[in-house]
């Protein structure tokens, strides 16, 4: 694990003095983090000190600030002129951030040598590139860019459920980065990955966790930031280990609104996200369990710049693409995230998104939440649904389907009954015709219990005849 190294000595002793000040002040004043709060995005709580870009490591520039608050400059300006290698250097008062970032960054050549370590010098140019033009060609939807809340009950319960059940570590993927990658520092430890719709490697895996985590993130980001919004990756549930390092960053076009939640950790003191707010300073917000952070990722620069101190820290990363455009002239096309009067939306179709289009739904999104819920019995988000909106229990699929019929396919006896005691139409009929007791007794037998269960409802609500044929599924 990477220690943070002190500051180089003062010069004088009147420098010695100030710092001293300074840096009791800075022990007293970095107990607090800035974090705006659920249900007001601007109640900020300042908390000194304050600082900026190129602060923790380079953002803007390619180097990282030393200008320390004892040098002669800073303590004694009157009599003391500012170098000019100071000019314009924001203030350094997080002590030796150089040393540590310079570390880093040779840690990552040696892992990939001679042939390779200049990669990683590339990947940090391209960082720092992106971190400084892409904000400033973006348009903000938000005032502060970032929010903390807690994720819904009913979505964190299931996701802990899938990380209790999947603890053992010698099941996880090592996750695997290309040459010269930069953004976390898996020369000095492997992150892993645990993938929450992978039911053959992972216990309790499946789509309906996914779906869950995707529709709870999307209400709310587009609740804060009035725009709509399509899911767009969910990598899984991502484990940071002792030492590890996240290096600010702005997220690549079009991920444009994200969310982290916050399933598990282990650790000896937080690990704050740190975030360059619309304002321009840094907020570092720290996260316990069941907490979820709404975040701008096209134009809000966030990382982990700080040494992760513990055993592991398990998030969820969540990405999402807007819906809509700021012209409604096809060949004026500029996606409604991109600021129309910027350099970015003259070249955007040659440098980022060549050509494709961003405002369509996608065909994944077909298939409810409660269908999803259905197929793998998960009554606990089936629950949550129905006490959010009941009527989404029998929301359709293009081919009819609902969640009724999926639970019907799977054999579930309890999700069925959750279903019909909550007002589903137990005659519901796909488009083909067939209804849920067509389904089961056509895949399960007819002397399944579902299929028993399934006939005493139809039998008991009016319907008469016998099952109807299938066909293949």
Same mark, same amino acid.
């Given at each position: 694990?990477?220690?943070?190294?002190?500051?180089?000595?003062?010069?004088?002793?009147?420098?010695?003095?100030?710092?001293?000040?300074?840096?009791?002040?800075?022990?007293?004043?970095?107990?607090?983090?800035?974090?705006?709060?659920?249900?007001?995005?601007?109640?900020?709580?300042?908390?000194?000190?304050?600082?900026?870009?190129?602060?923790?490591?380079?953002?803007?520039?390619?180097?990282?600030?030393?200008?320390?608050?004892?040098?002669?400059?800073?303590?004694?300006?009157?009599?003391?002129?500012?170098?000019?290698?100071?000019?314009?250097?924001?203030?350094?008062?997080?002590?030796?951030?150089?040393?540590?970032?310079?570390?880093?960054?040779?840690?990552?050549?040696?892992?990939?040598?001679?042939?390779?370590?200049?990669?990683?010098?590339?990947?940090?140019?391209?960082?720092?590139?992106?971190?400084?033009?892409?904000?400033?060609?973006?348009?903000?939807?938000?005032?502060?860019?970032?929010?903390?809340?807690?994720?819904?009950?009913?979505?964190?319960?299931?996701?802990?459920?899938?990380?209790?059940?999947?603890?053992?570590?010698?099941?996880?993927?090592?996750?695997?980065?290309?040459?010269?990658?930069?953004?976390?520092?898996?020369?000095?430890?492997?992150?892993?990955?645990?993938?929450?719709?992978?039911?053959?490697?992972?216990?309790?895996?499946?789509?309906?966790?996914?779906?869950?985590?995707?529709?709870?993130?999307?209400?709310?980001?587009?609740?804060?930031?009035?725009?709509?919004?399509?899911?767009?990756?969910?990598?899984?549930?991502?484990?940071? %280990? @002792?030492?590890? =390092?996240?290096?600010?960053? &702005?997220?690549?076009? /079009? +991920?444009?609104?994200?969310?982290?939640?916050?399933? $598990?950790?282990?650790?000896?003191?937080?690990?704050?996200?740190?975030?360059?707010?619309?304002?321009?300073?840094?907020?570092?917000?720290?996260?316990?369990?069941?907490?979820?952070?709404?975040?701008?990722?096209?134009?809000?620069?966030?990382?982990?710049?700080?040494?992760? %101190? @513990?055993?592991? =820290?398990?998030?969820?990363? &969540?990405?999402?693409? /807007? +819906?809509?455009?700021?012209?409604?002239?096809?060949? $004026?096309?500029?996606?409604?995230?991109?600021?129309?009067?910027?350099?970015?939306?003259?070249?955007?179709?040659?440098?980022?998104?060549?050509?494709?289009?961003?405002?369509?739904?996608?065909?994944?999104?077909?298939?409810?939440?409660?269908?999803?819920?259905?197929?793998?019995?998960?009554?606990?988000?089936?629950?949550?649904?129905?006490?959010?909106?009941?009527?989404?229990?029998?929301?359709?699929?293009?081919?009819?389907?609902?969640?009724?019929?999926?639970?019907?396919?799977?054999?579930?006896?309890?999700?069925?009954?959750?279903?019909?005691?909550?007002?589903?139409?137990?005659?519901?009929?796909?488009?083909?015709?067939?209804?849920?007791?067509?389904?089961?007794?056509?895949?399960?037998?007819?002397?399944?219990?579902?299929?028993?269960?399934?006939?005493?409802?139809?039998?008991?609500?009016?319907?008469?005849?016998?099952?109807?044929?299938?066909?293949?599924?």
């Amino acid at each position: 694990m990477r220690t943070r190294r002190c500051a180089p000595s003062p010069p004088s002793a009147a420098a010695a003095a100030a710092a001293s000040l300074f840096f009791f002040f800075l022990l007293v004043s970095c107990a607090s983090v800035t974090t705006p709060v659920e249900g007001n995005a601007q109640d900020v709580e300042h908390a000194p000190p304050e600082y900026g870009v190129d602060v923790s490591i380079p953002m803007h520039y390619d180097t990282v600030s030393t200008n320390y608050p004892w040098l002669p400059h800073n303590v004694d300006p009157d009599n003391h002129p500012t170098p000019p290698e100071y000019d314009g250097m924001p203030l350094q008062p997080l002590g030796d951030r150089k040393s540590y970032y310079d570390d880093l960054i040779d840690g990552c050549r040696k892992h990939w040598g001679e042939k390779d370590g200049h990669l990683c010098d590339e990947s940090e140019k391209e960082r720092v590139r992106m971190s400084r033009e892409q904000p400033r060609n973006m348009k903000n939807f938000t005032e502060t860019g970032f929010l903390k809340i807690r994720c819904p009950d009913a979505v964190y319960t299931v996701l802990k459920r899938f990380w209790d059940n999947n603890r053992d570590e010698s099941k996880w993927v090592e996750e695997q980065w290309s040459k010269g990658y930069t953004y976390v520092n898996y020369w000095d430890e492997p992150s892993y990955m645990v993938n929450v719709e992978d039911s053959h490697n992972f216990v309790g895996g499946g789509l309906s966790i996914k779906r869950a985590v995707w529709d709870a993130a999307k209400s709310t980001l587009e609740e804060w930031t009035g725009q709509t919004l399509k899911a767009s990756s969910l990598y899984g549930i991502r484990v940071y %280990k @002792g030492g590890h =390092f996240l290096a600010p960053h &702005v997220d690549r076009l /079009p +991920l444009v609104s994200s969310a982290i939640i916050n399933v $598990d950790q282990d650790l000896d003191e937080p690990w704050p996200i740190e975030v360059i707010g619309h304002d321009g300073r840094a907020h570092n917000v720290t996260m316990e369990p069941g907490d979820m952070v709404l975040y701008e990722s096209h134009s809000i620069i966030h990382g982990r710049p700080f040494a992760m %101190k @513990g055993r592991y =820290f398990a998030n969820i990363f &969540v990405h999402f693409a /807007p +819906l809509g455009k700021e012209s409604t002239e096809e060949e $004026d096309y500029v996606p409604n995230f991109v600021a129309t009067d910027s350099l970015e939306a003259r070249s955007y179709w040659e440098r980022q998104l060549a050509g494709e289009r961003y405002d369509e739904e996608d065909a994944e999104e077909d298939h409810s939440l409660a269908q999803l819920a259905a197929q793998e019995g998960e009554i606990i988000l089936l629950e949550d649904v129905a006490r959010r909106n009941a009527t989404e229990l029998s929301l359709q699929d293009r081919n009819g389907w609902q969640a009724i019929h999926e639970a019907a396919r799977a054999g579930n006896v309890d999700v069925a009954k959750f279903l019909l005691d909550h007002g589903v139409d137990v005659n519901a009929r796909t488009i083909t015709g067939h209804t849920a007791l067509d389904i089961a007794s056509e895949m399960l037998g007819r002397g399944h219990p579902l299929v028993s269960y399934l006939r005493s409802e139809t039998n008991g609500r009016g319907r008469r005849g016998s099952e109807k044929e299938m066909p293949d599924l």
